[in-house]
């Protein structure tokens, strides 16, 4: 018998629509029964890629036993972190607290007033890897609820408390400035914050830090754009430009990147990028092509010799594999694939040494496997492989003793082979849901890469984008100016992805969809008047809802969100950006622009964080750093190399001569980028 959540539209809700379990989805009538019946909540948010959440459900939510435990004890919600990431950020912070590290299937327990005062990841069904077993976990719970409720609701506000300080930047004394520090200039700031970033860097294998490796754009942004500031200090610049080079070329010929069907996968298990946690999200490939796009138009000659084709290559893939999986019919992109096909992990992108044998020839076994990496024991489960780019086509030449043209045609007689045997294949699962922010994250992905393309391909991604554009601009906005999420209908079509309940748009739905627009400009100037006014009209739309007291600091939630136990702010960055970081880049961008309601910022709160958490705050220092350099707005149609940097924005053409404003100054006719650097 079917549960409540076969009445929901979410893949990842309706996933668990034939579980035991008597799920709610979260509303009024789950928390309205946790407060009449007194019992706590057991919330359970995870996401329909997500390869631990399908095990979970798997191994406890389809247990008829561990079920029974969990229906009488509790009151069980489970939510759809893409649906509402207002609930994930919100109780993340348990996970944090309790294990020092978030992440999911996130299960929090609940009082009827939705305070935490207990939670993790993955619970197993009996005691495992270091983790007590789901029943052990739900009885003592439910017994100490019971026996010693007045502990439990002191520990509940205690947690409470803590999560409500978690995104205060006036919170934790380790970063307020010393009584003796001499105040640091903007600038210094920026390259204490860069050196920090450094010292994490990993210079065997490119990126952040070591195993699990994720792509971390926010931070590698930084790093390229500080490597292009002449105040820089040289060996800064040389380190950071050689960080970015690294990082995206190991990724790119890593596994992490899908080396025959294109697209990112979410991050890589080890060190090396070879291995990866095979689900695909959209803003990872919204991102990864912004960067990808604004490295391969800025690069010198002397390095576009030896990355441009790989990255190039990267980004034709990755959107061709956006327009063949991943485009829906009315022009929007799904949120992500999953980890999972036929439930294993990997199946759909792993491969045996037989198969290969089987579909390929011995002439184009031999370059594929040297290319790729195919030896003798396997390296993913089973002694299957996944492919990574082992040596390059110089490389396999010289070792099979042929012409690199004979090489570079067998590789390409191979690869296809492999895809087309590969699409035949069970896919991993698809979830449908199109979601506003992730597709603006890809509207200025798709805008960098049709700018660092040509021909064709070019086209491709700039149609693609428009495309995402129309259909946000006709489906998602209402005639207040506001983004629905849910409930909004357009033309007789229902928007919503659940029929109870309209929801409104989050800040990252209007800061990534704004920030698009003024990248639309950037490949379409002949339609740059409609974009940058629509994207200002939407800013103070966004100021108006989500602003805060405290300057570059916005709120999560509109004003009129549904009250919960906190109301979060965005000022780190996950996966992806921190809403309040674009907010305050965009509106550094108005300001300059001299739109009406757009102030001038004052920085004094945040600097001192900036240099002090470079890593999690990565996006609000590619904020600071416009700040800084002055974002440069135009009119009139510009030259090319105007369109290709990440400071300068169009924001008309209807003037005959192109006028250049910065720094509250306008020239007519002639304008010297470099200016900018220096």
């Known amino acids: 018998m079917k549960n409540r959540l076969s009445q929901e539209t979410s893949p990842y809700l309706k996933q668990h629509e034939n579980n035991p379990v008597d799920w709610y989805p979260w509303g009024d009538e789950a928390l309205n029964q946790a407060r009449a019946q007194d019992k706590p909540i057991l919330l359970s948010v995870g996401y329909s890629a997500c390869h631990w959440c399908h095990v979970m459900a798997h191994e406890c939510f389809e247990n008829v036993e561990i079920a029974k435990l969990m229906n009488e ?120 914050a860069l050196s920090s970033l450094l010292t994490h860097v990993d210079w ?76 695909k999200m959209l803003y990872d490939q919204g991102l990864l092509l912004k960067i990808y796009g604004e490295v391969v138009v800025g690069l010198t000659p002397i390095d576009a010799e030896k990355y441009k084709p790989l990255f190039i290559e990267t980004i034709q893939k990755t959107v061709h594999y956006l327009h063949r999986n991943m485009e829906a019919s009315d022009g929007l992109f799904y949120a992500a694939e999953d980890a999972d096909s036929e439930g294993e992990e990997g199946k759909f992108f792993a491969w045996t040494k ?116 129309e259909a946000i601009r006709k489906l998602h906005i209402n005639g207040d100016s506001r983004i629905v999420l849910k409930g909004m209908e357009t033309q007789g079509v229902t928007i919503a992805a659940s029929k109870k309940s309209t929801i409104t748009g989050f800040l990252d739905d209007y800061s990534f969809f ?33 602003q805060s007291d405290s300057p570059q600091e916005f709120y999560f939630t509109p004003h009129d969100h549904e009250p919960l136990i906190h109301r979060p702010k965005s000022v780190y960055d996950q996966a992806i950006p921190a809403g309040s970081a674009v907010m305050a880049s965009l509106v550094s961008v108005f300001h300059e622009m001299g739109a009406e309601g757009f102030e001038a910022q004052d920085w004094t709160k945040i600097q001192n964080h900036l240099s002090k958490q470079a890593f999690g705050m990565s996006e609000f220092l590619n904020a600071y750093l416009l700040h800084e350099v002055g974002a440069v707005t135009i009119k009139g149609v510009p030259a090319q190399e105007f369109l290709r940097s990440p400071f300068c924005f169009v924001e008309s053409t209807g003037k005959e001569t192109v006028q250049f404003c910065h720094d509250f100054s306008c020239k007519i006719g002639e304008f010297n980028l470099m200016d900018l650097y220096q």
């Open 73 to 192: 004890n509790f009151i069980n919600i489970k939510v759809d972190r893409e649906e509402r990431p207002d609930l994930d950020q919100i109780y993340q912070a348990v996970a944090q607290m309790m294990t020092k590290s978030g992440g999911w299937p996130l299960t929090v327990f609940l009082t009827p007033e939705l305070k935490p005062f207990y939670g993790g990841t993955y619970f197993p069904p009996s005691d495992r890897y270091g983790r007590p077993g789901f029943p052990k976990v739900i009885l003592s719970l439910a017994k100490s609820y019971r026996e010693q409720k007045a502990d439990i609701l002191v520990r509940a506000d205690k947690m409470t408390e803590v999560i409500r300080a978690q995104d205060d930047l006036s919170y934790g004394y380790e970063l307020q400035a010393h009584p003796d520090e001499v105040p640091l200039t903007a600038r210094g700031i920026l390259i204490q």
């Open 204 to 279: 065997q294998n490119g990126g952040v830090g070591g195993a699990p490796k994720f792509p971390n754009v926010m931070s590698i942004t930084f790093l390229w754009r500080m490597s292009q500031m002449e105040w820089v200090p040289q060996d800064f610049k040389m380190k950071a430009k050689e960080a970015t080079l690294l990082t995206l070329e190991k990724m790119a010929k890593g596994g992490i990147f899908d080396q025959l069907g294109g697209g990112f996968h979410r991050y890589s298990v080890d060190e090396h990028w070879a291995i990866p946690h095979f689900e």
């Open 354 to 469: 037989d198969e290969l044998k089987s579909v390929l020839n011995e002439a184009e076994m031999s370059v594929f496997s040297l290319y790729y990496g195919i030896g003798e024991n396997g390296n993913f489960e089973n002694g299957s492989y996944v492919l990574f780019q082992d040596q390059g086509r110089t490389e396999v030449a010289a070792l099979l003793q042929k012409d690199e043209s004979e090489v570079s045609g067998l590789l390409e007689s191979a690869r296809a082979k492999a895809f087309a045997y590969r699409e035949k294949r069970v896919r991993p699962g698809l979830d449908d849901k199109k979601l506003v922010a992730w597709n603006g994250l890809l509207v200025s992905g798709l805008s960098w890469a049709s700018l660092a393309l040509s021909g064709g391909d070019a086209d491709l991604a700039k149609q693609m984008a428009l495309a995402a554009y």
């Open 514 to 546: 704004i920030a698009s627009l003024l990248d639309l400009t950037r490949v379409n100037p002949e339609r740059s008047e409609e974009f940058s006014s629509l994207a200002t009209h939407l800013s103070r739309v966004t100021l108006q809802w989500f």
